[in-house]
C-alpha cells in the first residue's frame, strides 16, 4: 500500500533508492528499509520509523551496490517493527523482496513451508514470496517468479532480487501499481512516477501479471506463459507535485478515488477469506445483550450507521456514544456488553479512555482500527483493521468506508450466529455488499453532476443536511465532511425533527441536501423537501430511489441501487465530493485546509 522503488544501473544504488524513498514519503508509512546486492550478497538494511532514521543508518553502513530495492511499509500482517520491514530475504538469503499490497493466502503457504522446515523470522505475509519464491527457484528467475506468482492470492506489487541473477531485477504486480522507469544511467522500478521523476520522464505502467526484467541497459516485458509482450512507454508531463497526488490537485480527492479499491481490500479481508474474517468467525455474539458503539468525529458518524444495520440484522439494542463523554457518564457497559471502538488512528485519545473505561467495568472490546500496532489495536480484546493504507488528508474518507465495509460485515455476521437470517440470506447480503467497490467505481467515473451543483454553493453561508433512518446518520457524516474543509455552518436533521423549530432557519436560497435511500420512507423524506421547498430553499437530493421531477428548486443525483442498510457507503461518495468541490472553490485558504495533512499525519504516526 505504500512505496517501492528500485534500481539496476551504473550507479550507486544506495543514494538513488534513499532518495526515491523520500519521495514516495507523502504516502505515509510507518517503517522503511533498503537491500542492495553485492559481491558478498544481500546488504539489508530495515527499520520501523522515519526515512530519516534509515539515511543515517544506510549512510554509516556504508553499503554499496548496482542493484538494489527499497520499501515504505504501511503494516497490514504484523505490527510496525524493524524484523517485520521490507525488504524480506528467504532463509537461505538468496531472493530479496519488496511487496506492497496483501497476501490473502500466507498462512497456507507459510504452513507448508513450515512443515518443510523453512523458518520464518516475520509475522508479515510478505515473507512468504521471497520464502516460496526461494522455495521454487532452480536456476531459472523467470520460471520462479511465476510459479511463485501462480501460487499467491491477493494483491501485490513486488521487486525482486536473486543471487543466481545479478545482472536481473525483477518486476510482477497485481492489483497494486507498478511502473518501470528507464533512464540513461539505468532502469527503476516504482509504485509511483514521483520516485523516479529526478531521473526520468519515460515510464511504461505495468499491467497485472505482467513480469519486467530489468537490466542495467534494458527492460523486457513478459507474459505468465512466459511470451515476450511489447510495452509503448508514455512520457509523463507532470509536476513532481502534481504526480505526488497521482495527478489530482489534493490528497483528498486522490482518497476519495481510492475508496474501491479500499472497499474491495476490507471486503476481502473480512468476508473473505482474510485475518479480519477470522477474527470475526472467533466471537461468540451471544454471549451479549448490548452493543455499546464508541468513537470520535466521523468515526462516532459511522458508528450511527452501523447502528441502524446492527439492529434491524441482529435485534440487539446498541447505543453510539460519543467517546469524549462516555468515561464521564458512569457508563452503564458490563461483562453481557460488546463495547466496539472505531479509530482510524487507533490512537485517539478520548477514544482510547472510553476503552480502558470499558474494559474496567469488565465488558469485551472490540476495535475497529486501521494502523496496526496502535495503542487501541493492542489493548481490546478483538480488533479488525480497516485496510485504508495511510490516510493523509485531514478529512477522512476512505477510512470511513472501510469502517462502515467492517461494521456491515460484522452485523451479517452475528445475525447469521444469532439465527436472525438463514444461509441464503447471509449469501444475498454478503453479494450486496461485495457488489459496493465496482458501484462505487461506477459512481467515481461519473461525478460532473455533484461537482457543476458544488460549484454553486461555493457563497453559501449555511448548509442541512436531512434523511430518515440509515440515510439520518449519513447525514450527520456529510454535514461533519463540509464543516470540516469548507468552514460553512452546516446541521444534520432527522427530516421528521425540522418541523420542532429548525424549519424557521430555512430561508429564500437556503441549501438543504435531501438523501433517500430507504425506499419505505421514500414519501416521508420528500414531504420535507416539498416543505423546504415552500419556505425557499433549494435542495440537491441525492438516493436511489427518488421518484420526484428536477425542477427549479430541486436538482436530483441518482445512486446506484443497492440494499439500503449499505447504501450509506455509496451516498457517503457523493457527499464527500460534494464538500470537496464546495471547499476546492471557495479559494486559497480553504485548499490550504485540505492540503494541511502532512502535521496530523506525522503526529499520528511518529508521536
Ligand atoms: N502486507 C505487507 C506487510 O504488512 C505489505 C504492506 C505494504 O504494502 O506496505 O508487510
Redesign the pocket.
Known sequence: ????IGYIGNENAVPIILDGLKRLEYRG??SSGIAVMNEDGFDVVKQKGRLSALEELVTRSSVKGFMGIG????????EPSDI???P?LGSQNKVAIV?????EN?RQIKERLEQKGIEFV?Q????VIAQLAEYYHAGDIVETVIRTANALEGSY?LGIMCLDEPDKLIAIKKD?PLIIGVAEHGNFIASDVPAVLAHTNKVYYLNDKEIAILTKTGVEFYNMDREPIHKEPEIITWSLKSAEKGGYEHFMLKEIMEQPKVLKDTIQSAAGDGDNRRIIESLDISKFNRIVITACGSAYNAGMVGRYVFERLCRIPVEVELASEFRYKDPIVDYNTLVIIISQSGETADSIAAMREARRRGAVTLSIVNV?GSTIAKETDYTLYTMA?PEIAVATTKAFSAQLALLYILAVAFAKKLNRISDEEEGRLLSEIASLPDKAAEMLEKFDAIQKYAVTCVGCKSIFFIGRNIDYAIAMEGSLKLKEISYIHSEAYAGGELKHGTISLIEENTLVVAISCCEGLYEKIYSNVEQVISRGAKVLFIGNCIKAVPGEKLEIIELPKINEMFASSLSVIYLQLFSYYVAANKGLDIALIIESMHRTYEKQIFP
Open positions: 500500500m505504500c512505496g517501492i508509512y510507518d520499501h515504505t511499509r504501511w503494516a497490514t500482517h504484523g517485520n520491514s521490507h524480506h511487496h506492497n499490497g496483501i497476501i500466507y516475520s508479515t505475509d510478505s515473507e506489487a497494486n496496526i493504507g
